[in-house]
């Protein structure tokens, strides 16, 4: 029978000091994550300020990196795609952890894309898609599916129309894939309802001003029109408010918008709005700012990260109302 000898004092001694290099080791990598974590800054350029719904995606982001204590540095590039490519240049001059880019233009992404890597600066694009058929590594793209809200929008449309009726759409900026995307969506829900048709279709580039302009320039015309499908809610909106200034009825027409924005669903509640598509403006915000940490700590992220769109109508927009 062998015999376990009890250890010695040099051998305690060193079983003592090697759980003690342990912990200390284990206590300097949490705080080395930690330093990193508070030394990270996020450098983020927004299309616009002053657009409602991007704005809740900006306190969105700002909310997820406080929680964080990330320090977040927003720009606003005012719709300027010159502005918005010298903030970038700033960012990595500035020498960020990550970039953001809400794009004012999506076919620039492809040189926004190309600053960040040579930088090697992680690069997240939130709400719009960028224009480039593959992302490389290191490049991400966090928002909804386009084509959904208007397949969705579209089909809520047919539906209140009992598949027959004239359609008008509202687009928004030409040089936005969104405005693309949910268009397509529209025009494939109506192709699949043969009593119905688009007579108008016209940009007011996301703004309700914009829309009411263009909704009283088609009353002004006569044109007969069932349904507005407006690529966002601003724009539905500017529609309502055109038509009681020219002393018609909204509820009469199937108005549909995109977003699910607070002014919408008081429009809803109304009985102006009939139909909108709800934009995550919150969980998109907080995946932007993940998916850039994430990005920076070298993990890995999918490439495209998408946020589910929910279809809005009278039945259920109260539920919306807290989002």
């Known amino acids: 029978m062998s015999v376990r000898r009890a250890p010695g004092p040099g051998g305690t001694r060193r079983r003592f000091l090697a759980h003690w290099a342990r912990r200390l080791a284990s206590g300097a990598a949490a705080l080395l994550l930690a330093a990193s974590a508070s030394a990270a800054k996020l450098g983020v350029s927004m299309a616009s300020f002053d657009d409602r719904w991007l704005t809740g995606l900006r306190v969105a982001m700002q909310a997820r990196a406080t929680e964080g204590g990330i320090a977040i540095q927003f720009q606003d590039a005012q719709e300027d795609i010159g502005k918005q490519l010298s ?60 084509h959904e809200a208007g397949w969705l929008q579209g089909e809520a449309i047919a539906k209140l129309l009992g598949g027959k009726g004239s359609v008008a759409i509202m687009l928004g900026e030409l040089s936005n894939s969104g405005t693309a995307m949910r268009t397509a ?125 929910q279809l809005v109508t009278r039945d259920n927009y109260r539920s919306f109302r807290s989002r």
Do not use: H
């Open 87 to 146: 903030q970038i240049q700033n960012f990595v001059s500035q020498g960020v952890t990550a970039m953001i880019v809400n794009p004012v233009d999506t076919a620039a992404t492809p040189r926004i894309t190309r600053e960040a890597l040579a930088a090697g600066i992680p690069l997240v694009y939130v709400n719009r898609k960028p224009n480039e058929a593959t992302l490389p590594r290191n490049v991400v793209f966090v928002g909804s599916d386009d």
């Open 185 to 309: 969506g529209v025009e494939e829900a109506v192709k699949r309802n043969p009593g119905m048709k688009i007579v108008q279709k016209q940009a007011a580039n996301w703004q309700r001003i914009e829309g009411m302009n263009l909704m009283s320039n088609w009353i002004v015309a006569g044109t007969r029109i069932d349904a507005i499908a407006s690529n966002n809610d601003e724009m539905a909106i500017g529609a309502i408010m055109a038509l009681k200034q020219a002393g018609r009825d909204p509820a009469k027409m199937v108005i549909a918008g995109v977003d699910g924005s607070a002014d919408a669903l008081a429009e809803m509640a109304k009985g102006d709005l009939a139909v909108t598509v709800f934009q995550d403006a919150g969980a998109q915000g907080r995946a932007a700012v993940d998916s850039a940490l994430a990005l920076a700590r070298g993990q890995r992220v999918d490439s495209y990260v998408w946020i589910p769109f």
